[in-house]
């Protein structure tokens, strides 16, 4: 197949969440399967294209795109994504990519994307290349299936174009004035109330592409089922309950290349199941560079995250003091993110200097040894997608403690709900006391090293290779052809 992916970001040149990770890593595992895939994105300012590889396109050279009342002329670099085959198109328009955030508050915002979609079939028309499917990635580039359908319904370039919609995180949608339609090639006679692009008198990137994509994917298959909730669907569960015949969750993948600690170039010890007890070298080194006294049966808790609300740390505020007052355990954060999750974080390194440590920032060496050098991995988000280091934490016998939402609902089963065949500890209220119990539940087990390795195993040995979630994805493409061609 033919597959264009279109996305606001993407590993290693711009990142801002899991999305970049999914843009990198879903495409290069579709070419493994033969599949020719291209990527288009910005050029954002930040991006060094020469660094990268990237090549200026000459016959490109100021590119028409029509805005509506205007027509942009944009530059267009390609490259080729690391270890593979994939094509990848940096649209170049310096007037909207060029700031200094990739994301922004500016009355723009919509329009800046609107031009990333409108180049991806400009540049797809340029070079006469069509594709079987068009696969779209939140807010920003989710009108691709209306601008299909109406704004290059004329062009048989795009006929037979199935289109795929993935949500990451339902609470993003792109809601802006109306007159960004004419823009975006749309007609106005679909924009009234409650039509498939008005959403509460305004124009709903996220819903346009709910109401027009072929098939509608999440990160994750209890995500699938949540987002069709009020509690979930942050307004559009009425559109995605329509729609729920062509919602999928399909769980992403992590890069187990870079997340293997077999090989991880960023741990102290590299280590696998069957040299397990190399793990508690990783640990002793990381507290010792940390500072914290060394103690291999006291339980080190690590937790890696933004610190924001929907990550759950509201749910730590009141449990962390008696946490760490009545039971014997270390605490190693890193992050950050909303200031009062920050200070507690502070509080905590200053009341407990010989049991906290907060690194408020990010370090990539230090998330791996996070991972590896942990013994329970704290993620009690609110809601979670799909989530990413939970699978990091299991793929590194680093056993997780995570609220049952979403991803973390699909991938950490519960070690006494499952008789002692669980690889991890989860909790379903959302309340201080269930992340305090399952807090304790995980300490308590520790100790028991029979039991501690068997959850290990059953994390260490599951498959969470991009390979098979491209399986997947493989005959969703396929469904969604077969659709579109009816």
Not at 51 to 77: I, K, Q, R, T
Not at 134 to 160: E, G, Q, S, V
Not at 311 to 330: I, T
Request: aromatic share 12%; hydrophobic share 40%; proline share 6%.
């Amino acid at each position: 197949m033919n597959i264009c992916f279109v996305t606001s970001e993407c590993a290693p040149y711009v990142k801002t969440g899991g999305l970049a990770d999914v843009a990198a890593s879903l495409p290069r595992a579709l070419a493994e399967l033969g599949h020719k895939v291209k990527i288009f994105m910005p050029l954002y300012g930040s991006v060094p294209v020469e660094e990268y590889g990237f090549a200026y396109s000459n016959d490109l050279y100021e590119l028409p795109v029509p805005m509506g009342d205007y027509s942009a002329g944009v530059h267009v670099w390609y490259g080729t994504l690391a270890r593979s085959n994939v094509e990848i198109y940096l649209v170049d328009y310096p007037p909207f990519f060029h700031r200094t955030s990739i994301y922004t508050n500016d009355a723009d915002e919509g329009e800046r994307f609107i031009l990333l979609q409108r180049a991806a079939f400009a540049i797809m028309q340029r070079y006469a290349w069509s594709p079987d499917v068009i696969h779209c990635n939140d807010w920003h580039t989710a009108l691709m299936p209306a601008m299909r359908a109406f704004a290059y319904a004329w062009d048989d370039l795009f006929r037979r174009s199935a289109t795929v919609l993935t949500l990451h995180n339902v609470g993003y949608q792109g809601r802006f004035g109306p007159m960004l339609l004419y823009k975006a090639g749309l007609p106005f006679d679909q924009y009234y109330p409650g039509g498939p692009l008005e959403f509460h008198g305004s124009f709903n990137f996220l819903k346009a592409g709910v109401e027009y994509a072929d098939v509608i994917t999440t990160v994750s298959p209890t995500y699938a089922h949540e987002i069709l909730s009020p509690a979930y669907g942050e307004g559009l569960e009425g559109p995605l309950q329509r729609r729920s015949a062509d919602v999928y969750g399909i769980l992403n993948g992590i890069d187990v290349d870079e997340w293997n600690p077999s090989t991880d170039q960023n741990i102290y010890v590299n280590y696998d199941f069957a040299s397990i007890e190399k793990k508690e070298e990783n640990k002793r080194l990381l507290l010792t560079d940390l500072g914290l006294p060394v103690d291999e049966s006291v339980p080190l808790l690590g937790i890696v995250s933004r610190l924001v609300d929907q990550k759950g740390f509201d749910l730590l505020h009141p449990v962390l003091e008696p946490l760490l007052s009545h039971h014997n355990v270390r605490l190693v954060v890193l992050g950050s993110g909303q200031a009062n999750h920050e200070d507690l974080f502070r509080w905590a390194q200053n009341r407990f200097p010989d049991r906290v440590r907060a690194h408020l920032g990010y370090s990539d060496q230090l998330a791996h040894r996070i991972e590896a050098g942990a013994d329970i991995f704290l993620m009690p988000s609110r809601y979670e997608p799909c989530g990413l280091n939970q699978m990091y934490s299991l793929r590194y016998g680093t056993i997780p403690v995570v609220r049952k939402t979403g991803g973390l609902a699909d991938t950490v089963h519960d070690f006494h709900e499952t008789g002692g065949n669980g690889n991890g500890f989860s909790f379903h209220d959302y309340t201080p006391h269930a992340l305090f119990t399952s807090i304790l539940r995980a300490c308590t087990l520790f100790p028991d090293k029979t039991a501690w390795r068997r959850l290990q195993k059953a994390g260490m040995t599951t498959d969470f290779s991009w390979a098979h979630t491209a399986g997947l994805y493989e005959r969703l493409y396929e469904r969604a052809v077969a659709k579109q061609l009816g």
